[in-house]
């Protein structure tokens, strides 16, 4: 019985500390609370810089972006240039031999070989000749610069003949075919 009052004391004691600790938690919370609180003009202070930190960050990514996008399109056509160099020098080359050379048929092959050449590389990055003659008028490819009367029924609302050639890149229209057309 000694036993269990010693143990109900120190049960009872231990219950005083801790409902005094809880209650000086609660007032050093509450203290917390009214000490980061902030009053309305900090609030705004606090919103108005966060807002104008963010629209700086926004518009230094904007600038970032658009002189990137800049760059790449500036890079995209130096890599067809370069491409196109060689072809350039097949032609200064065949304006030399030109002046001296006597065999137009050799001269006419040299300009077949550099057309050929020329027209590898433009194809090798993407471009293809549009195929016009014969087809159906279409105004999303063709340019009409011209109505006949057509040679027959069959012909009626098709292209007579290619003026111009149209070209695609990568699928895309580029030029459209400038077309005569028949009525």
């Known amino acids: 019985m000694v036993e269990d009052t010693t143990n ?3 049960e009872q004691e231990n219950n005083q500390e801790q409902t005094e600790h809880t ?3 609660n007032q050093t919370v509450n203290e917390g609370q009214t000490s980061t609180e ?3 003009d900090e609030k705004y ?3 108005n810089d966060r807002f104008l930190r963010l629209f700086a960050e926004f518009d230094n990514y904007r600038k970032r972006t658009n002189k990137e996008k800049i760059d ?3 890079s995209a056509s130096a890599g067809v240039m370069k491409d196109m160099i ?3 020098d097949d032609f200064e080359r065949a304006i030399a031999n030109n002046e001296t050379a006597d065999d137009i048929v050799s001269v006419k092959e040299g300009f077949h070989l550099i057309f050929n050449k020329f027209k590898n590389t433009l194809e090798s990055k993407g471009l293809k000749p549009m195929v ?4 159906a008028f279409d105004s999303e490819l063709h340019e009409a610069i011209a109505n006949i009367p057509a040679p027959s029924n069959k012909e009626k609302g098709k292209v007579i003949e290619d003026v111009e050639k149209g070209y695609y890149l990568n699928d895309k229209v580029i030029r ?3 077309v005569v057309v028949g009525q």
């Open 72 to 74: 790449i399109i500036n």
């Open 176 to 178: 459209y075919a400038k």
């Open 132 to 135: 016009a003659k014969g087809q």
């Open 38 to 40: 902030l009053t309305p």
């Open 8 to 10: 109900n004391d120190m």
């Open 45 to 47: 202070a606090e919103l």
């Open 23 to 25: 209650a000086e938690d």
């Open 86 to 88: 060689p072809v350039m």
